[in-house]
């Protein structure tokens, strides 16, 4: 329920792809800790509730993926430089925010909701692909229209939200 209980070292998440190190997290936190991830491991965001990592997350001994579920929202705030793949959860959130990016894991799939309406600029990443369940949450304003970057394949289903800034916006614009 807080992140005092994880202390103040290295949070090492270890999972295998038949067992996955599993982070349990039930109450509105911040974790400062470095993370590492190796393997397979689940960020699990009780829902109603918000976690922020304001550290990177980083390959342990291996590279590591980013799975996030349990119906909350993980905000990632720091430049992240894992290389596995990140994969939302139907019903669970992987928000941006400030300059959070994930342009270095091996690709995106959003079966929940991709949230980036709170990073600065546009957001790089290997590869997307979006369920029919997915939503990708994005911003614009009247002088910028935020862009998602896929160096890689596209596979687009579900849904798009944007998240507009105040101002006069001209028709056909963007």
């Known amino acids: ?64 993926d980013v799975v996030v579920q349990g119906g909350g929202t993980l905000t990632l705030t720091a430049a992240n430089t894992y290389t596995g793949l990140t994969n939302i959860n139907t019903g669970s959130t992987l928000a941006l925010s400030g300059n959070g990016s994930i342009a270095t894991s091996i690709g995106v799939t959003n079966n929940g909701t991709f949230n980036t309406s709170g990073k600065t600029g546009n957001v790089s990443v290997a590869s997307y692909t979006q369920g029919s369940t997915g939503t990708l949450a994005m911003s614009l304003s009247p002088s910028n229209t935020q862009k998602l970057v896929v160096s890689g394949a596209a596979s687009l289903a579900g849904g798009l939200s944007l998240n507009a800034g105040v101002g006069a916006y001209t028709p056909g614009k963007y």
Not at 11 to 32: E, M
Not at 52 to 57: D, E, L, N, Q
Request: proline share 5%; no cysteine.
């Open 1 to 64: 329920a807080s992140s005092n209980a994880l202390g103040s070292g290295t949070l090492a998440l270890i999972g295998s792809a038949t067992v996955p190190a599993t982070l349990n997290i039930t109450d509105t936190t911040t974790i400062a800790n470095v993370i590492t991830v190796a393997g397979d491991p689940v960020f699990n965001v009780a829902s109603g509730t918000t976690t922020t990592v304001a550290s990177p997350i980083t390959n342990g001994s291996s590279a590591g």
